[in-house]
């Protein structure tokens, strides 16, 4: 079954650290993604990936960098998190099915910047 | 664990037609957020329903947590209403913020 794994569940990271998001996906999916969700924008892009060693900066890059070294993992980094970037961030593979993309979604990641 | 069905996972429509798009949920959900997918990847807030029925313009949408299922029906659909359209459920179960159904891409013709 498709799977993506998102770590930690729930982070609480002080304003001016350091904070990564990770994400594992287990489809064979070239394609991920980060979304941030907030009340009244839907789940808006971070960054995206077409494949191990590429990143792409997506609708709202800044205060973001992205990392994907394998196939499999693609992380979310906040060098200088701001209570600002408090919010729920789902990861996302994709696949190319008939030209059209689905997507498979982690759990989320609760993070209060304080 | 909770799970999100959702179907079809491709629609095809002529303008002026409509259809449904629809999610079954494993387990009695809180409520449901539908969104649309734009061209640049981010997911626009379609509705958001604790129950009961929803409308804007040509869309309408539907959740009966009892019966485990909600919908999304587009009428008279337009050109500009191609898109890939995602349901997401919020369960009772603690820990899970959105539960993500995995897309209808829906095409209209001319």
């Known amino acids: 079954e498709a799977a993506v794994t998102q770590s930690p569940r729930n982070k609480v990271a002080v304003t001016g650290g350091k904070v990564t998001l990770s994400c594992n996906q287990t489809n064979n999916h070239n394609n991920m993604y980060w979304y941030r969700q907030d009340t009244g924008h839907g789940l808006r892009l971070i960054h995206y990936?077409?494949?191990?060693?590429?990143?792409e900066k997506g609708d709202i890059p800044d205060g973001y960098k992205a990392s994907r070294p394998s196939q499999e993992n693609f992380s979310l980094i906040l060098e200088l998190a701001t209570p600002s970037q408090t919010s729920v961030y789902f990861c996302?593979?994709?696949?190319?099915?008939?030209?059209?993309?689905?997507?498979?979604f982690g759990h989320g990641t609760k993070l209060s910047v304080l | 664990g909770d799970q999100v069905e959702q179907s079809p996972s491709a629609l095809s429509l002529h303008e002026g037609t409509g259809s449904a798009l629809r999610c079954n949920f494993t387990t009695t959900m809180r409520a449901v957020q539908w969104f649309r997918k734009n061209s640049r990847g981010s997911l626009i807030n379609l509705f958001y329903?604790?129950?009961g029925t929803k409308e804007n313009g040509r869309l309408k949408s539907a959740f009966d947590s009892k019966e485990r299922y909600s919908t999304l029906h587009i009428r008279d659909a337009q050109l500009e209403d191609s898109g890939t359209y995602f349901c997401a459920a919020v369960s009772y179960q603690g820990g899970r913020a959105l539960i993500f159904g995995t897309g209808t891409t829906v095409s209209v013709s001319p």
């Open positions: 329903l604790a129950s």
């Open positions: 990936s077409y494949g191990a060693g590429s990143t």
């Open positions: 996302a593979s994709g696949d190319r099915f008939l030209s059209n993309e689905r997507l498979f």
